[in-house]
């Protein structure tokens, strides 16, 4: 039995020997990606201004879209009132 244990002991010692290069070797970020991961980010900022800036123009044009809709329905009325003046 311990010498069984011994082979699986020694077993686990060596795949754990080679399997560290490779989960080392993979963790690592080059600077390459670091960079790109860089650019994206100010990418996605940039664009998630303009959906914030652009967002607020169409709340502006909306606002003056809605007083102009006002105004046509006060100049109409006017017009319908001027109209039924002229006809009696």
């Keep these: 039995m311990s010498r069984r244990f011994a082979i699986s002991r020694r077993l686990r010692i060596g795949l754990a020997a080679l399997a560290l290069p490779l989960v080392v070797g993979c963790g690592g970020v080059s ?3 670091m960079a790109a991961l860089d650019t994206q980010r ?4 940039a664009a ?6 652009l967002q607020a123009e169409k709340a502006g044009l909306e606002r003056q879209l809605a007083e102009k809709k ?3 329905n006060a100049l109409e009325q006017k017009l319908t009132a001027t109209k039924a003046n002229l006809n009696n």
Excluded: C, Y
């Design 42 to 45: 100010l990418a996605t900022e």
């Design 48 to 53: 998630e201004q303009q959906v914030v800036d």
């Design 31 to 33: 600077q390459e990606e």
């Design 70 to 72: 006002s105004a046509k």
